[in-house]
Antibody
């Protein structure tokens, strides 16, 4: 049973860098069938994809956040991480990590999610 | 940027069929996923590749996608299906989510 668990500070000051880590257990972290994502959700609002990484290190980012986001991976620890710089109060949200899975037929979806972690941006 | 538009809310009576739409330019040319999210919980994938159900998702969940509109259909809707539903697609190596639809089972 694959599980994802987010960890990191729950409070970040405006203009500083938000840093989170997602630990993956119970499965094949390095399989090329999977990629690893960060997604966030402000309270009462919808989902916003932040970006993804393959264990090869290849990344894609949301164009609206690209200049401030770095997603990295540590295959020795089965972890991937998010750094989002210059955060503002509007980026207070629940941050989820999620597994992207390439299914047969050439399509994909986010099939396993972490429980999410609330990050508040406030001084 | 690419946008996916969903109705903010849909209401359905128990046992009836609920339909939730997701509209985007030439969406039928892309694969669409649907996620169910209950309050305080993480989203759950209920449909991928427009119409396929992951293991464990009840058969009452069905999907279709053609033209500019993808549709999630829930047959024989149950009280437990009350949740927010999000469509999702890829555009130019970036994921786009719809704004979400709150399904009320009344």
């Amino acid at each position: 049973q694959v599980q994802l668990q987010e960890s990191g500070p729950g409070l970040v000051k405006p203009s500083q860098t938000l840093s989170l880590t997602c630990s993956v257990s119970g499965g094949s972290f390095s399989s090329t069938t999977y990629y690893w994502n960060w997604i966030r959700q402000p309270a009462g609002k919808g989902l916003e994809w932040i970006g993804r990484i393959y264990t090869s290190g290849s990344t894609n980012y949301n164009p609206s956040l690209k200049s401030r986001v770095i997603i990295s991976v540590d295959t020795s620890k089965n972890q991937f991480s998010l750094k989002l710089s210059s955060v503002t109060a509007a980026e207070t949200a629940v941050y989820f990590c999620a597994r992207g899975n390439w299914f047969e037929g050439g399509s994909d979806g986010f099939d396993i999610w972490g429980q999410g972690t609330l990050v508040t941006v406030s001084s | 940027s690419y946008d996916l538009t969903q109705p903010p809310s849909v209401s359905v009576s128990p046992g009836q069929t609920a339909s939730i739409t997701c509209s985007g330019s030439k969406l039928g040319d892309k694969y669409t996923c649907w996620y169910q999210q209950k309050p305080g919980q993480s989203p759950v994938l209920v449909i991928y590749q427009d119409y396929k159900r992951p293991s464990g998702i009840p058969e009452r969940f069905a999907g279709s996608n053609s033209g500019n509109t993808a549709t999630l259909t829930i047959s024989g809707t149950q009280a437990m299906d009350e949740a927010d539903y999000y469509c999702q697609a890829w555009d130019s190596s970036s994921v786009v989510f719809g704004g979400g639809t709150k399904l009320a089972v009344l």
